[in-house]
T-cell receptor, first 113, second 111 residues
Framework: DAGVIQSPRHEVTEMGQEVTLRCKPI?????LFWYRQTMMRGLELLIY????????DSGMPEDRFSAKMPNASFSTLKIQPSEPRDSAVYFC???????????FGDGTRLSIL | RKEVEQDPGPFNVPEGATVAFNCTYS??????FFWYRQDCRKEPKLLMS???SGNEDGRFTAQLNRASQYISLLIRDSKLSDSATYLC????????????FGKGTLLTVNP
């Protein structure tokens, strides 16, 4: 069975550019999570969707970050404009329901120059 | 105080050694506890849940002390393939979905 699929795997771009990260959750999972991982802060929850609806976006750092889930099989995390401090690994995870084990994608390694 | 705190390590042990990781959490209302494993440049994966009575999965033993808000993971007869970062994870009491991750403890098992 396919796991959580993220794209791109790596992204290097200049500050000020728009960055879009993509995620396809596991089929049948109704919960989707976006995380950011840095050495300084570890793994942090950015936003949680349940049945395509954003439930908790308290972890989104600022207005430059936005996330959407237009349907059950696709979500995006957008950063506009990007800044060097946004450099991190961004993980998407999904679970059958909110309190079930979360399955992580391979992550997107983002570098903002 | 951070919500979940772990000794960052690194721990360097020889094959066959027993190694223990500790973790403390600050929210006394936390409900569920887990250990995740993360290999270098890979995604986190669930290693095991931690139950109040303690639980074992092969060479791995997890324990929880709610009074002290303390979680532990013991690895016996360590293998080279156990080399990874081990993340202590807590589900907060006020949420049925939010996981709070420790920053992880790096383990290297040497031949």
């Amino acid at each position: 069975d396919a796991g959580v699929i993220q794209s791109p795997r790596h992204e290097v771009t200049e500050m000020g550019q728009e960055v879009t990260l993509r995620c396809k959750p596991i089929s049948g999972h109704n919960s989707l999570f976006w995380y950011r991982q840095t050495m300084m802060r570890g793994l942090e929850l950015l936003i949680y969707f349940n049945n395509n609806v954003p439930i908790d976006d308290s972890g989104m750092p600022e207005d430059r970050f936005s996330a959407k889930m237009p349907n059950a099989s696709f979500s995006t995390l957008k950063i506009q404009p990007s800044e060097p401090r946004d450099s991190a690994v961004y993980f998407c995870a999904s679970s059958y329901t909110g309190n079930q084990p979360q399955h992580f994608g391979d992550g997107t390694r983002l570098s903002i120059l | 105080r951070k919500e979940v705190e772990q000794d960052p390590g690194p721990f360097n042990v020889p094959e066959g050694a027993t190694v223990a990781f500790n973790c403390t959490y600050s929210n006394s209302a936390s409900q569920s506890f887990f250990w995740y494993r993360q290999d270098c440049r890979k995604e986190p994966k669930l290693l095991m849940s931690v139950y109040s009575s303690g639980n074992e999965d092969g060479r791995f033993t997890a324990q929880l002390n709610r009074a002290s808000q303390y979680i532990s993971l013991l690895i016996r007869d360590s293998k080279l393939s156990d080399s990874a970062t081990y993340l202590c994870v807590v589900r907060s009491g006020g949420s049925n979905y939010k996981l709070t991750f420790g920053k992880g403890t790096l383990l290297t098992v040497n031949p």
